[in-house]
């Protein structure tokens, strides 16, 4: 996975292309690199490191021109040096191309070009595509029939922008990786997401799989592989240019999480009318051949999809939850009647897509959960209900979070009467308390507590995170959620599992966060006295009317009672403003934690 850029003007093109490379670091930030044409060639200039980096080495060259391409990397073939920074070129500089995704083909290709004689400078996969375009210009193809051929050879996933020296255009194509040509006044662009350029534009081409497009100073076109012209609309997106910068706050991280009532006010708005759920795709009657749910993701968003599962098992229809990286392996079970929910903030991510593929190829109706319009998971499932939480830049999930299980919570109103015939009274009450969620959040942020406890065990032997029902996804996502940001050893349990094994690792280094729901209140005071009598201190996160928990626990994050179905999203604030004011203490690189990226494109 990797970040992508294009600009094309008529005027110097560097100071965009290091803006939209920085606004693209969440997508990968080991090394960094551009290369402009300037009527005297093709520049190139990359090193190993941030886009900082590669800016400081720049204001010392020269290296200015109309046309770019930039790159910023997350690796996959080699390691992150220098020399496997893109963009790579072709034996003779003239081709210069970025890529993001993967080759599978590369060392059959690699082969057969060295056997041709050419020679490659890196370990990586992306070099064989400017040596394949190189091969045919040198045999007079021009540089766009040129491009579309050498794709024609590529096996795998990719996302592609090419050069050549002396033509004034950018040559794009994607295959399973994401790719957006910005349409400006002044010049155009190309970039893997829209943040990248929308200080430039608002208005985009979402490319499809297959697409090739020619960018020029003055226009686009698209065609197929074969050269059929293609149309595709040019959308205007509403994302505010502000929205993806940091706003004032330190982090993204933290700006992100205080942003959870404004992103849900976004998520919740017009879908809740009087006592009943308005999906604007999905009218009443829309499940009505649904018998059961299966939801598969990655990460928090697999924590939002347990969530879900939770609700709809809760509410009597049959639901599961996989992990979609085992899932696309080892598929279970699907027919007409199965509904499979991919959970998917960027709706980019491999292993998901691969996931709902498989779900696809055996029948089953899908259906995607994402933050991102125009995403490969939005386009390539049945239906797409969209989270609206705005663009989210650090690389640790926060408002999609929240943003995710409200629309799991709307969505299953909708499949618990389509699916079953409900509604049940139950169902009224936790849509009106859904309403005010958006002001409980903002509660739980302004009084938080979090900054003062959150430091007190650090470096010890790890912290643990328990919760029963509900709460149990949300143990994990907080532990995920402290493990990333701050790298201390951070684990979460259903409660109940404690005594039958984790217990051994209890002691008075080991603080437990236990998120009480008030819903088995004398259940979890057991499972917190077992804890207590090891030693170990428990932070307890609950309603104040949790008296049980609160009075037992050591020290107590408190958040306001609502519907008991969605205090655990509340307790999962606190634990987000835990796991952020420890990784702060710690000095950790908390927008950006070391070995992950947010938009992860590989398998
Ligand atoms: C953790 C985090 C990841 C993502 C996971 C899936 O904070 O963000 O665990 O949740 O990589 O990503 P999406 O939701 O884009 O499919």
Redesign the pocket.
């Known amino acids: 996975m990797c970040g992508i850029t294009a600009r094309i003007g008529d005027d110097d093109s560097l100071d965009d292309l290091l803006v939209s490379l920085k606004n693209l670091e969440y997508r990968g930030y080991d090394s960094a690199g551009i290369a402009v044409q300037n009527g005297a060639g093709i520049e190139v200039s990359k090193c190993e490191g941030e886009v900082a980096e590669l800016k400081s080495q720049l204001a010392t060259n020269d290296h200015d021109g109309p046309i770019g391409i930039g790159h910023t990397r997350w690796s996959t073939h080699g390691p992150p040096t220098d020399e496997n920074a893109h963009p790579h070129t072709g034996c003779k500089g003239r081709v210069v191309a970025v890529h993001n995704g993967i080759i599978e083909n590369y060392n059959a290709l690699r082969e057969g070009l060295q056997a041709r004689g050419h020679e490659f400078t890196s370990d990586t996969d992306t070099e064989v595509i400017p040596h394949l375009v190189e091969e045919r210009l040198e045999a007079g193809m021009d540089p766009e029939v040129a491009f579309r051929d050498a794709v024609g050879e590529l096996d795998g996933s990719y996302a592609i922008a090419m050069m050549v020296d002396g033509d004034p255009a950018v040559y794009a194509t994607r295959n399973g990786s994401p790719l957006v040509v910005g349409v400006g006044e002044e010049a155009n662009y190309l970039a893997s997401d829209v943040p990248a350029f929308l200080e430039f534009t608002d208005r985009v081409v979402y490319l499809e799989d297959d697409d090739v497009v020619v960018i020029t100073p003055e226009d686009h076109h698209i065609t197929d592989l074969t050269g059929n012209a293609v149309s595709r609309p040019v959308e205007t997106v509403d994302w505010d240019p502000e929205d993806a910068e940091k706003g004032g706050y330190d982090h993204y991280m933290l700006k992100e999480i205080h942003e959870q009532p404004v992103s849900l006010r976004q998520t919740i708005r017009g879908r809740i009318e009087g006592e009943d759920v308005v999906l604007e795709d999905f009218p009443p009657g829309t499940f009505n051949d649904v018998s059961r749910v299966q939801f598969i ?6 924590h939002a999809g347990m969530y879900g599962e939770w609700l709809l098992s809760k509410w009597g229809v049959d639901a599961n939850t996989f992990i ?1 990286s085992e899932y696309a392996a080892y598929p279970a079970p699907v027919d007409e009647e199965t509904l499979v929910i991919g ?7 491999a ?2 897509l691969e996931a709902l593929k498989s779900a696809r190829e055996r029948g089953a109706r899908t259906l995607a959960v ?2 991102v319009i125009g995403s490969t ?1 939005a386009r390539t499932c049945d239906d797409a209900l969209f989270i609206r939480a705005g663009p989210e830049i650090g ?4 408002k ?2 929240s943003s ?1 299980v409200a629309s799991l919570v709307l969505l299953g109103e909708r499949l618990v009467r389509d699916v079953t015939g409900g509604p049940t009274e139950e169902c009224q009450q936790r849509l009106e308390s859904l309403k005010s969620l958006p002001e409980h959040v903002e509660r739980v942020i302004e009084n938080s507590n979090a900054a003062a406890i959150s430091h007190q065990w650090l470096g010890g032997g790890g912290h643990f995170f328990i919760g029963r029902g509900n709460a149990y996804p949300v143990a994990l996502e907080g532990a ?2 402290f493990k ?1 940001i701050t790298y201390e050893h951070a684990e979460g349990f259903a409660a109940g599992e404690l005594k039958h094994g984790p217990l051994a690792l209890v002691t008075a280094d080991t603080p437990v966060f236990a998120i009480g729901t008030g819903q088995h209140p004398k259940r979890l005071e057991s499972n917190v006295r077992e804890i207590q009598t090891r030693g170990a201190p428990v932070i307890a996160i609950a309603p104040r009317t949790e008296t049980d928990l609160t009075d037992t626990a050591d020290e107590f994050l408190p958040v306001p009672a609502t519907h008991p179905d969605l205090v655990a999203i509340l307790a999962n604030v606190q634990l987000q403003l835990i796991a952020y004011h420890a990784a702060d203490e710690m000095e950790r690189s908390i927008d950006k934690p070391r070995n ?1 990226a ?3 494109t590989v398998e």
């Open positions: 993701a990655c990460g928090t968003s697999y979609a959970v998917t903030q960027s709706g980019e991510t292993d998901t994402t933050n998971a690389v640790a999930a926060t999609t979070f995710q995920l959620k990333e992950l947010k938009s992860v």
